[in-house]
């Protein structure tokens, strides 16, 4: 029930939405200028982002004591993408079915990449975005005192569920094997200091390139906002990406950038408006590039396609 309670949600507000930019649309047409020039950039950043995607979540894995291949960790990221937008994060369970079976990487160590990698995403980008905010636009106002409580907040949280120290429990029963199971992972990780840094680096270059293709939109519709201004809005929009409501938080993340837009002095309807293209671009691109990974994935690995709706057992 909870997933069809998320898709309803997620139909509910892209309807909003749309009805919104409708309201403005004699206004909003005449911004949309993207040039092909324009949207080749973008999707070649938004290769360059896969490719960066692929790279962390080879790294963070070599953490775990695996070796998967590159090529694999780029088809795998793109697929659950495109998978994740189905109910029940196939995606995410299709992800770990895959590396269990090809790469023996346990459900309960697959936890433990997935729960580093959410926060070093959100440690990287509230970081980045906090410094940009701080830095250029200061904390006078109510709408960046917000921002930056925010920024602060998931930054202090990320770093804290990453490295406070938490003890190995030893007992038999099923929710001490579980977190046992969990925690030896975790501990593997937590000791691979330079894995870690290497991993939030380069999250970082993707989280910058976030900020280039907002801006890029942004610049086509003749908006003048401080370049600062893109590196809060990528840090927004990486972040709101995690706000699991809706599928691929897809309208909640427009909502949350058009409001940070009206913090940084433009329209609310203009910031809406960038968002849902900014959306529209990579759902392209899921569609196309995550599509064209899913049915190579589907012919190499059918039996993980079939297992994606069982949820895993952390006891493995």
Known sequence: MAKWIKNILGVIAIVFLLWYLSKHWEKLKVLIKLSPADLVIIYVISFWGALNNAYVIQRLL?????????????????????????????????????????????????????????????????????????GFYGVGGYETRALCAAFSGVLVCSIFFAFVPLPIPTGSHKLSVILRNFLTGRRYVVCEKRTLFVCAVFLVVNFVLVSIRLGIIYNSMGQNIHLAGYLILGAIGQVAMFASITPGSLGIRELILGAAAVALGAPLEVGVLAAMIDRAISLSWTFVIGGICTIWLWHKSPTEFRQAKKAPSLEN
């Open 62 to 134: 070599h953490a775990l004591r695996i070796k998967p291949h590159f090529w694999d960790m780029f088809m795998l990221q793109n697929a659950s993408v495109l998978l994740n937008y189905a109910p029940a994060k196939v995606g995410t369970v299709f992800q770990a079915n895959f590396l269990k079976c090809h790469y023996r990487l346990s459900y309960a160590h697959f936890a433990t990449f997935f729960v580093y990698l959410t926060l070093l995403m959100t440690a990287a980008a509230s970081a980045i975005g906090l410094v940009a905010l701080v």
